[in-house]
């Protein structure tokens, strides 16, 4: 049997399936399955992929990235599965160090890789994501140089475009939550893996280029910014005990009005607003992570990290700001 499955979900995504295979067809490290999950493309997709005798999993109808992967996660019996966006390349070492991270630390229930901008490879995409205190989901390192991020570390959550997962940890903390559809699933699935006790780490040696929104299209649109502000919603409710959630109310309230204010001016402010009606009125749908006492010690960690995200974020934005003001007073 082998060691790891390459899960790939796709939609519509035949421009990137020759470089993402080629990528994968030039990896060191061979003991590994692939498995693609077709949402029902319509582009060409699924005829390519029987063309060339891909192993797939036909959904018929677009089940959304968590409906896709649980699929796939759940059709393997490897003992790690990598989750990776059509919109990748992986480096020919991608696959193989992964594993190795996996290997040397058993409590690590998912590992992020080095994600770098394909369209400008001076720059990173993700160094793993992180969570804050505000209730905003973001990319460590996103916009920073890409010589940089080189040190493996704890990271809040693995960016599910390109990670590897401890498949057998699924089946004690559940799978990816199918309500989300897309967007912040890896969050919240990392989220309930610190509830329970596992480490989400940044595995630098692991590197990929990403296109960015390869599906959706755009960095933002009305769908995005719809789900992603009720799956913010979701996201809270579920994994913060009460007192949690009431000792953080009012800070998410500040991140939501912070928010509002920034999609308003990009014009999605009504999206915005509307995913934050549906997240309220859906909210008794939620399954939450059931308290249990012996989780205290978790719980009182990742409040830590939620503060800690925070200034991370604000550190990171500054730089970013910094960077830019440079770059804009260079070229005047």
């Given amino acids: 049997m082998k060691k790891v499955t390459v899960i790939i979900p796709n939609y519509n995504g035949l421009k990137f399936m020759e470089p993402c295979f080629a990528a994968l067809e030039r990896q060191n490290y061979r003991d590994f399955d692939i498995l693609v999950v077709d949402n029902g493309s319509e582009d060409g997709s699924a005829q390519w992929l029987r063309e060339r005798e891909i192993p797939t999993l036909f959904m018929g109808e677009n089940t959304g990235f968590s409906g896709a992967v649980n699929a796939g996660i759940r059709a393997v019996s490897t003992p790690y599965v990598i989750l990776l966006n059509n919109d990748t390349e992986p480096f020919p070492d991608y696959v193989g160090e992964l594993v190795r991270c996996m ?92 509830i329970y006790g596992y480490r989400n780490i940044y595995c630098p040696t692991a590197k990929v280029y990403h296109v960015g ?17 009720r799956n913010n919603l979701y996201l809270n409710y579920k994994n913060m005990p ?60 990742i409040e830590g990290e939620l503060i800690w995200g925070t200034l991370l974020y604000v550190w990171e934005f500054g730089k970013r700001r910094l960077r830019k003001a440079a770059s804009s007073e260079k070229n005047s």
Wanted: charged share 25%; hydrophobic share 40%.
């Fill in 103 to 194: 290997d040397r630390f058993p409590d690590v229930f998912s590992a992020s890789s080095k994600m770098i901008q394909l369209y400008r490879k001076d720059l990173m995409d993700d160094a793993g994501d992180m969570y804050s205190i505000l209730g905003w989901a973001y990319q460590r390192g996103v916009g920073q140089p890409a010589a940089g991020y080189r040190k493996a570390r704890q990271v809040f959550a693995a960016c599910a475009g390109a990670a590897i997962y401890r498949r057998e940890v699924f089946e004690e903390i559940g799978y990816f939550d199918e309500s989300h559809f897309a967007y912040l699933e890896d969050i919240d699935v990392g989220y309930r893996a610190k």
């Fill in 242 to 301: 009460l007192p949690q959630l009431a000792v953080n109310s009012l800070p998410i309230a500040l991140g939501m009005a912070v928010k509002y204010g920034f999609f308003k001016k990009l014009g999605f402010g009504a999206d915005y607003l509307d995913g934050v009606k549906e997240g309220l009125a859906t909210l008794k749908n939620c399954r939450r992570v059931p308290y249990r006492r012996e989780h205290l010690k978790n719980y009182l960690q």
């Fill in 213 to 229: 929104s390869g599906t959706s299209g755009s960095k933002y649109n009305s769908f995005k910014v719809r789900l992603a502000a």
